[in-house]
């Protein structure tokens, strides 16, 4: 028996291999939604994994849910919007992502700008992985974990303590600055979220 082909003569076929496609797209989940278990020991790289892992946690509850009127808000008239804040974070997840194993951060001309719901993926899934870079990584190991910013054939190169002070600290300082701006806004984050346990609380 042939298999049907999905073709523009079989627009049944067709519909139902994209809503099939579609409804997968949508399962697969982001990470943090729960904070991962913690590494065996508290080598290094376990210890570095462990905040990008509290940062991500953080991170997608500050961001769950928000709305159009959440993203526009800005405390100020000078300060900076609710999705400004996010493409700054989204900017420096690249970041974190590039320092665990040194590579280079070329800054972009016109940077493309992300609808929320992608800019939000793409921030969770940097964080993981780059989490997941730096499971294991013994202290010898950081000495190939730089932030390394390049411009042209000019480098400039830092050991990764400047990311722990720096582009990491300043991320879990803005996902605080989401969740209050959301709260002003009239949407708090959910009651629930333990980010001491890293889940949610039962009801």
């Not at 303590?161 to 300043?170: A, E, F, P, T, V």
């Amino acid at each position: 028996m042939r298999t049907p082909v999905a073709t523009a003569k079989n627009p049944i076929l067709v519909f139902f291999l994209f809503l099939s496609l579609s409804m997968s797209a949508q399962e697969t989940p982001l990470p943090y939604y729960e904070i991962p278990e913690y590494p065996e020991d508290f080598g290094p790289g376990n210890i570095v994994s462990r905040m990008i892992d509290g940062l991500g946690f953080r991170y997608y509850w500050a961001t769950e849910g928000l709305t159009q009127k959440d993203l526009e808000y800005k405390p100020s008239e000078s300060g900076r919007a609710c999705i400004e804040t996010l493409r700054h974070v989204h900017s420096m997840s690249k970041t974190i992502l590039n320092a665990a194993d040194g590579t280079p951060n070329i800054r972009q001309e016109n940077p493309p700008e992300y609808a929320f719901a992608e800019l939000r993926k793409q921030t969770l899934e940097n964080f993981k992985a780059a989490s997941t870079k730096m499971l294991g990584k013994q202290a010898a190991d950081f000495e190939n974990a730089e932030v390394i910013f390049q411009n042209g054939e000019r480098q400039s190169k830092y050991p990764y303590w400047n990311l722990i002070n720096g582009m990491l600290s300043d991320c879990i300082y803005h996902a605080g600055q989401i969740t209050l701006m959301r709260r002003a806004s009239g949407n708090p984050i959910n009651p629930n979220v333990s980010v001491f346990n890293g889940r949610l609380r039962n009801n």
